[in-house]
């Protein structure tokens, strides 16, 4: 995604992310200004995987910077996870040529996830592992739907990052099940909310453009 593109997805969603900050780096024109120690830790991985790896990262610092957070290296927990500088909520993405990061107070949110996929990619052979008999269902029956299962899992995905911030574990695909209304807003009920310590419902929004599908959940403060 060239930084023209990537500039108007991240205003379509700052207008819609407000108290978390978000931030947005282009993959391919990505060119330096990580941290040493980040540099370090993307030495490790094959070129592509490192490239992505940092424009996260700067997408993280500046999202970051934005709500006058501290920022040092990023370093990554057990369980590849980000770990965000004290205080503060953070997640990354990447995909569809951009790096995505959102960051917000956790005074403001306890814990949130986004997600980024390139529109419509979702196989169909995966459905049967992300979503209910009921949500396959009704994304059988949508006018497109490869963009709505993809659209669906990016949503499963944010949430997933947003239950694993606040609780240090990992949620099912299917013990998430989504309702979604026609302008993105999604509800999820947690089936094993209680076991994992979130709350039992977490909404989110899911932002659909030609080139990526973005999603996004937060648990509140
Ligand atoms: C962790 C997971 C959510 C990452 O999503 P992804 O679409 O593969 O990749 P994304 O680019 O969107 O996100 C990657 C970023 O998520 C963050 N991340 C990784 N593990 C995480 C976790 N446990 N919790 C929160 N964030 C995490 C990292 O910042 C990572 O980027 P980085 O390594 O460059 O720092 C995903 O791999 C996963 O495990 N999903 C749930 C399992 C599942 O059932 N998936 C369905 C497969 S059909």
Avoid: C
């Avoid at 302008?183 to 709350?199: E, H, K, Q």
């Amino acid at each position: 995604m060239k930084e023209e593109e990537v500039r108007s997805l991240v205003k379509l969603l700052a207008a819609r992310l407000t108290p978390a900050e978000v931030a947005g780096v282009s993959i391919a024109d990505y060119s330096g200004g990580a941290h040493q120690e980040e540099e370090a830790l993307a030495a490790t991985f094959a070129a592509g995987r490192a490239r992505e790896f940092l424009a996260g990262r700067l997408a993280a610092a500046r999202a970051l910077a934005g709500i006058g957070a501290p920022v040092g290296p990023i370093l990554r927990g057990s369980q590849s996870e980000p770990l965000a500088p004290e205080g503060y909520a953070l997640s990354i993405s990447h995909g569809a040529g951009i790096a995505l990061a959102v960051a917000a107070r956790r005074t403001d949110l306890h814990a949130l996830g986004i997600d980024v996929e390139t529109t419509g990619r979702l196989s169909r052979k995966l459905w049967r592992r992300i979503f209910t008999p009921g949500e396959a269902a009704a994304l059988a029956g949508m006018p497109d739907p490869a963009a709505s299962a993809t659209a669906a899992f990016s949503a499963k995905e944010a949430l997933y990052k947003a239950i694993f911030a606040a609780s240090g574990h990992g949620a099912e695909m299917k013990a998430m099940e989504l309702t979604i209304a026609p302008d993105g807003v999604f509800r999820a009920r947690i089936s094993n909310a209680g076991a994992l310590g979130v709350p039992a419902e977490i909404d989110g929004f899911i932002l659909i453009t030609k080139e990526a599908t973005t999603a996004f959940a937060a648990i509140p403060a």
